[in-house]
């Protein structure tokens, strides 16, 4: 099946840990993204990647860093110096170019104690 | 800076009757209106998208209203039905830099009760 896979689906970690979330998609897309989902505050842009070897921050990318190796995957790396990391975190790809569909993944539930 | 304004937060609807949600933006440069639909614990799902040089567009139950003029966009959702509830997200594309940015609004719950 084509999709945009994440995991894991929840994670928890310790505070002053580095984590990374993984994303993999196989539906051949260039573009990926990192969202932030908060309550009341919607999808905020964390990341987004045009190209392999490519990737520009986005609204909210303090703390986080990300790499594309591969077309396939997007990583997304949760640092320690992220202040507020305990979020919904949301993966997505798209094919290049105007009017053309975001796909997300289902989401990892990053816990910070 | 928020550039699409989502109203209401949350929406309780009986079953059967009309749920609008309401969206405006400010950028004129946006030039792509998706709207997208949420379950918990799940990822965003495209559900219609609209582009500005039409005012209108219907599938199915589902109808996207756009006014140009005065930049705003609503979500119409006929037949409101139980399975219909869910989290309503507005969207705003557009060209920044190259790449096509999109913009989120802040969401909104629809509950649909029996």
């Known amino acids: 099946d084509g999709g945009i896979t994440q995991s894991p689906k929840y994670l928890f970690r310790k505070e002053g840990q580095n984590v990374t979330l993984s994303c993999e998609q196989n539906l051949n897309h260039d573009a990926m993204y990192w969202y932030r989902q908060d309550p009341g505050q919607g999808l905020r842009l964390i990341y987004y990647?045009?190209?392999?070897?490519?990737?520009q921050k986005g609204d909210i990318a303090e703390g986080y860093s990300v790499s594309r190796e591969k077309k396939e995957s997007f990583p997304l790396t949760v640092t320690s110096a992220q202040k507020n990391p305990t979020a919904f975190y949301l993966c997505?790809?798209?094919?290049?170019?105007?009017?053309?569909?975001?796909?997300f993944g289902q989401g990892t539930r990053l816990t910070v104690v | 800076q928020q550039q699409v304004k989502q109203s209401p937060q949350s929406l309780i609807v009986q079953k059967g009757g009309i749920s609008i949600i309401n969206c405006a933006y400010e950028?004129?440069?946006?030039?792509?209106f998706p709207w997208y639909q949420q379950f918990p614990g799940k990822g965003p799902a495209l559900l219609i998208a609209i582009r500005p040089d039409v005012s209108e567009k219907k599938e199915g139950r589902f109808t996207i209203s756009f006014n140009k003029s005065a930049k705003q966009f609503s979500l119409h959702i006929m037949d409101s039905q139980p399975g219909d509830s869910a989290t309503y997200f507005c969207?705003?594309?557009?060209?920044?830099?190259?790449?096509?940015?999109?913009?989120f609004g802040t969401g909104t719950k629809l509950q649909v009760i029996p």
């Open positions: 950028n004129t440069a946006f030039d792509y």
């Open positions: 990647s045009q190209i392999v070897n490519d990737f």
């Open positions: 997505a790809s798209s094919l290049q170019g105007a009017n053309t569909e975001a796909f």
């Open positions: 969207a705003a594309s557009g060209n920044s830099g190259g790449y096509q940015k999109v913009t």
